[in-house]
């Protein structure tokens, strides 16, 4: 099946920093998802996206849906501990009912 | 509380036995899905199901089968025709967007490891 373009695949920072990943595609969507997986655990949902250009942000989590909608990006400002895990985009189109994923960031902070 | 909930969290069994992980949602959704995931990779879409009674093979439908005889629950057999049935399983949810218009977020369960003995 389909899978999203994400990168980088890993991040190892020092607490403090900020963080910036992406997704890409090579088919439109019109909706972008992004979620926080941690070991053993489901994933869940960060932040969602609905309109080309459209910046959404949840407390020190900003995403945009880039305007070809064909991509978007998820940012973290001043990362702490708490922030390790997997994180994973997700685009769909209505009407579908399928989300394509994308492979994971995988985000290690250092403390 | 609304959410979903998968039982049990983990699973063993014993090669060549058929097995059936629960998904229940309370969140009037009409749609639900069946991912697997394995070490270190993203996720495969098992099945998925529209509406009640309908259900569709996703990429790796091969061993597993599916019934959906209610909303709010989608249940999952791993049957002994799976070859390679150790996994973590995610069950999800999404609003019909037949209903909600453009605005389709997904949901997701807290899992389920299947391990084979």
């Known amino acids: 099946g389909q899978q999203l373009n994400q990168s980088p695949q890993s991040m190892f920072i020092q607490e403090g920093e900020d963080v910036s990943m992406n997704c890409t595609s090579s088919?439109?969507?019109?909706?972008w998802l992004w979620y926080k997986q941690e070991p053993g655990e489901g994933p869940v949902l960060l932040i969602a996206?609905?309109?080309?250009?459209e910046l959404t942000s949840n407390g020190r989590l900003t995403a945009q849906f880039g305007i070809t909608r064909k991509d978007s990006f998820l940012n973290i400002s001043a990362s702490i501990p708490s922030d390790v895990g997997i994180y994973f985009c997700?685009?769909?189109?209505?009407?579908?009912?399928?989300?394509?994923f994308g492979t994971g960031t995988r985000l290690k902070v250092l403390a | 509380d609304g959410g979903i909930t998968q039982s049990p969290k983990y699973l063993f069994r014993k090669e060549g036995q058929n097995v059936t992980l629960s998904c229940e949602q309370n969140?009037?959704?009409?749609?639900m899905y069946w991912y697997r995931q394995d070490p270190g990779q993203g996720l495969r879409l098992i099945y998925y199901?529209?509406?009640?009674?309908?259900?569709q093979k996703g990429d790796i439908a091969e061993g597993y089968s599916v019934s959906r005889e209610k909303k709010e629950s989608f249940p999952l057999t791993v049957t002994s025709a799976q070859k390679n049935p150790t996994a973590f399983y995610l069950c999800?949810?999404?609003?019909?967007?037949?209903?909600?218009?453009?605005?389709?977020?997904?949901?997701f369960g807290p899992g389920t490891r299947l391990t084979v003995l």
């Open positions: 999800a949810s999404s609003i019909s967007s037949r209903i909600a218009g453009p605005t389709d977020t997904q949901y």
């Open positions: 088919s439109i969507f019109n909706t």
């Open positions: 996206l609905y309109k080309a250009g």
């Open positions: 997700a685009g769909t189109t209505s009407g579908t009912y399928k989300y394509i």
């Open positions: 969140l009037n959704h009409d749609a």
């Open positions: 199901s529209q509406i009640v009674n309908d259900f």
